[in-house]
């Protein structure tokens, strides 16, 4: 009878310690998927705080400077001129229009953590009609796109996550 009750508890046992090891092999994928989503959710704030910032500026350098309505196109900056105006525009507190984040790559750390997030910001002339068509021209609407991910601490054999996220504005005056 008691090797009967050895065999009982060590298969109790080996159950018990199955049963475990799946347990703890969700509860740490779980943890996995709730630190990916707090990045993305800080990754979303820093995005949104550097839109916030470029809506609150001149639609072109042209527009910033001169309380005349602009009616024509080819009076704003050319495409291929599109991001800062110049060397006194070294962060981003000294921009004055819209298309000065073109070609700007800005790492943060975020308050609180360790972690740093890079984001990536492109802005072109696109059609008024068609905001996803980039115009090779100059029209009285642009689109910034950024793109963001956590760059540190790097992503240790798992997908990085990257936020992409685009705004478009407008130059309209009314007289």
Partial sequence: MQSNHTLLTIGAFIILMTVLQ??????????????DAQ???????????????????????????????????????????????GSAEDSIAA????????????????TGTNKRFTTVFHVYYVDPNNMDKISTTRTFMKRLDLVSWRS??????TAMDTLRLSVGMGYFHFD
Avoid at 95 to 110: I, P, R, T
Avoid at 152 to 157: D, F, L, V
């Fill in 22 to 35: 799946g347990f703890y092999r969700i509860l740490w994928s779980s943890s996995d998927d709730v630190a």
């Fill in 39 to 85: 990045d993305m959710i800080l990754a979303t704030t820093i995005a949104t705080s550097y839109l916030e910032v470029a809506q609150g500026l001149a639609f072109d350098e042209v527009t910033d400077t001169s309380h005349v309505g602009v009616g024509n196109a080819s009076l704003l900056t050319p495409v291929s001129s599109l991001g800062k105006d």
């Fill in 95 to 110: 921009f004055n229009d819209f298309d000065d984040f073109n070609g700007l790559m800005v790492e943060k750390q975020a």
């Fill in 152 to 157: 540190y601490p790097p992503h240790a054999g």
